[in-house]
């Protein structure tokens, strides 16, 4: 497992933008598949994105106006989120998992991100 730090979270306008950053720990980051996640205010948590080596999967709802990317030398993992509506309000948490597992196993503590309208 590796730890995950995120930042980047805040209060937004509708139509606005913000950028998640998660910071891995260890020295294997580049081996990891990383995902994002988020959980609403009586919902439950729901997938994102995930970037595995240099494929992204995006869920329905964010396509076109989130991309995800990484740094391997930084270690870290970023969310580009544009276009930003209320229902994009949420809990983000950044998740790992080893390029060839299929369950997440390392989950960082999340950022709120709340788009006003």
């Known amino acids: 497992q590796v730890q995950l730090v995120e930042s980047g979270g805040g209060l937004v306008q509708a139509g606005g933008s913000l950028r998640l950053s998660c910071v891995a720990s260890g020295r294997t980051f580049s081996s990891y598949a990383m995902g994002w996640f988020r959980q609403a205010p009586g919902k439950e948590r729901e997938f994102v994105s995930g970037i595995s080596r240099s494929i992204t999967y995006y869920a329905d709802s964010v396509k076109g106006r989130f991309t995800i990317s990484r740094d391997n030398t930084k270690n870290t993992v970023y969310l580009q989120m544009n276009s930003l509506k209320p229902e994009d309000t949420a809990v983000y948490y950044c998740?790992?998992?080893?390029?060839?597992?299929?369950?997440?196993?390392?989950w960082g503590q999340g950022t709120l991100v709340t788009v006003s309208s």
């Open positions: 998740a790992a998992r080893r390029v060839e597992a299929v369950e997440y196993d390392s």
